[in-house]
């Protein structure tokens, strides 16, 4: 492959760590590691959901950053009003400018960098909050501002076809060539097969594919480490 693009969020990085974090911070309750967990898939589901609807233009982005706690919350029974999903948010803001990445991936980045692979970075998000992540991870070092692109700066988000066709343009992609590595089943596995290019599922939450699913992943890791073993051993 001459083209490797990652999606950034939960793929290069743990993206439950500042959630667990946050929670710890400002909820009283002595939830475990595994509550927390169970709490933070399900704000990812709903997470999803609302940004959706926030790039619809059917809700705000504030009703966005908060309403994904707020319904989490709501499935277990965890009191919190919008003032606190407010707070939880910010917080949760405050632990994203600590995130590090996976040492494995920070190897992998080093040995496609070397090989003189072409790399891109593909996130949905809000421009300035995709882009603090983006800076705290160091992810300059081998994804040049013309190759980095956020949904928010872009106006598509992924699946939509709209934004993988954009990147090709500026990219001057050959899809055959070209490969997508992202966490999320339907935005970044769906949004890659439907535009032509090649999908690695970074399956390490252990999700299942939909049964209803049209595509499917051309490899799928369960670890940092499976996905640059993945690579070394085409090398």
Same mark, same amino acid.
């Given at each position: 492959? @001459? /083209? !490797? !693009?990652?999606d950034v969020d939960d793929t290069l990085y743990d993206q439950a760590q500042s959630f667990h974090k946050t929670v710890k911070k400002l909820f009283q309750e002595p939830f475990s590691d595994e509550e927390i967990d169970s709490l933070y898939k399900a704000s990812r589901k709903y997470s999803e959901?609302?940004? @959706?609807?926030?790039?619809?233009?059917? !809700?705000?982005?504030f009703e966005w950053q908060t309403g994904r706690i707020i319904s989490a919350c709501k499935d277990f029974n965890i009191p919190i009003d919008t003032e606190k999903a407010a707070v939880?948010?910010? /917080?949760?803001?405050?632990e994203q400018n600590k995130i590090t990445l996976f040492p494995e991936v920070e190897e992998l980045l080093n040995a496609l960098y070397k090989e003189g692979k072409q790399l891109g970075i593909l996130t949905n998000g809000e421009e300035k909050h995709q882009a603090m992540k983006i800076k705290q991870l160091g992810l300059s070092r081998w994804f040049p501002?013309?190759?980095t692109f956020i949904s928010g700066s872009i106006g598509h988000a992924k699946p939509k076809r709209e934004v993988f066709d954009f990147i090709e343009e500026k990219?001057?992609? @050959?899809q055959t060539k070209t490969i997508y590595i992202g966490d999320n089943f339907e935005k970044d596995i769906i949004g890659a097969k439907q535009a032509g290019w090649q999908a690695i599922w970074m399956n390490h939450r252990k999700k299942d594919i939909p049964t209803n699913a049209t595509y499917k992943p051309d490899e799928e890791v369960h670890s940092a480490k499976e996905l640059l073993n993945l690579f070394v051993k085409k090398a």
């Open positions: 492959m @001459d /083209t !490797i !693009i990652f959901i609302l940004f @959706d609807k926030s790039e619809n233009g059917e !809700i705000s982005q939880f948010h910010e /917080t949760y803001v405050v501002a013309e190759r990219m001057n992609l @050959d």
